[in-house]
């Protein structure tokens, strides 16, 4: 298969997607670019528009297909991308499983932005974000992608990365993990300072529109074995992963800032951590997020994706399997320091 070139325009410049002005525009993005283009060599094109939506209005949900296919990659599973669907056949650790791609993207007369004010973002987060993450997961389910002679004895998962609002990457899994399971988990302290997690089932988010919490309960449901979530698979993440290996890094640096998981039961706030690009490993799977279906009728072992933080419904109650170092969000940023 002939190498096909993602960042020579093949439409107009009136529609290139912002987004792919800004990542051809600056040297600061060189690495993301060859990491890309590396990707792109390996992965191909399977439908014959790759290019032109990712210059275009698929800008974000192809940069989310080829994270998922450089992910997997190295982490050495076979992967197979014959069929029309769904997006990924995959054979590793034991399992042969399925995963079919796709994004929460803005609506018409959508907001730009989450609110700042504190109480309004809250609500944002506990009832509209929800809303807008449980669309195309409704949208997927409804094309009963297991049925498929090549699907129907695998585990299926759904990879699902929000751009509803341009802040959308901003947000770790909380509301996600409320919509799955229809649980809200919270913590309050003990006159002894420890904290007390709480666990409240949720009927419904109500927000733009009104609509039932719990999905992994709704009908046909049972047939998602798990929810494959992440802020991660962006430009930055190509960026700081072609960085790592010295792709077109010369005259750069990268800071690499945000907030991370707290391996200590009776801590209720992230950390904040701060780091050069280089200084410390960074995997693909970083930053990924695994929700498991209590339902399945085909389970996904967690061993699959072990890199990965990992959520299960045990007794009503959320139980994570966190790795080593989760981050919750990040910030990165390339500093020029020479030519």
């Keep these: 298969m002939p190498n096909l070139d993602l960042f020579t325009p093949v439409v107009p410049d009136d529609r290139l997607n912002p987004g792919f002005r800004n990542l051809t525009a600056s040297r600061g ?34 940069t989310w297909e080829l994270y998922l296919y450089a992910t997997f990659a190295a982490l050495n599973f076979g992967i197979d991308m014959s069929q029309d669907a769904p997006d990924f056949l995959l054979t590793g650790r ?18 730009a932005e989450a609110p700042e004010d504190p109480d309004a973002r809250s609500a944002y987060v506990r009832e509209e974000l929800p809303i807008r993450l449980g669309s195309p997961l ?18 299926f998962v759904i990879a699902l990365q929000s751009f509803a609002t341009n802040d959308s990457l901003h947000f770790a899994d909380t509301a996600i993990t409320d919509l799955l399971y229809g649980i809200r988990t919270t913590g309050e302290r003990r006159p002894d300072r420890t904290l007390e997690v709480i666990s409240t089932p ?34 930055a993440k190509f960026g700081r992963m072609g960085y790592q290996q010295g792709l077109a890094s010369s005259g750069l640096r990268m800071i690499r800032s945000g ?72 910030l990165t940023v390339t500093v020029l320091t020479g030519s």
């Design 138 to 155: 409704l949208s997927k389910l409804r094309r009963a992608y297991w049925a498929l002679p090549h699907v129907e004895r695998r585990p």
């Design 259 to 330: 907030s991370r998981y707290v391996m200590d039961p009776n801590a209720s706030e992230p950390a904040m951590f701060t780091y050069e690009v280089g200084s410390r490993y960074e995997g693909w799977a970083e930053g990924m997020v695994v929700i498991h279906n209590p339902r399945a009728l085909r389970p996904l072992p967690l061993d699959v994706l072990p890199e990965a933080l990992q959520h299960e419904l045990i007794d009503g109650r959320v139980v994570s399997t966190v790795p080593s170092f989760a981050p919750f969000n990040s």
């Design 202 to 235: 949720i009927e419904q988010h109500v927000g733009s529109k009104t609509v039932p919490s719990n999905f992994f309960a709704q009908p046909d449901a049972e047939h998602i074995s798990a929810v494959l979530w992440s802020n991660s698979g962006t430009v």
């Design 94 to 111: 034991g399992t042969d499983w399925a995963t079919e791609a796709t994004t929460a993207n803005p609506s018409t007369g959508s907001i």
């Design 29 to 62: 993005y060189a690495p993301a670019r060859e990491m890309m283009q590396q990707t792109m060599d390996r992965m191909g094109d399977r439908d014959g528009n790759f290019v032109q939506q990712f210059q275009t209005e698929g800008f974000d949900a192809r």
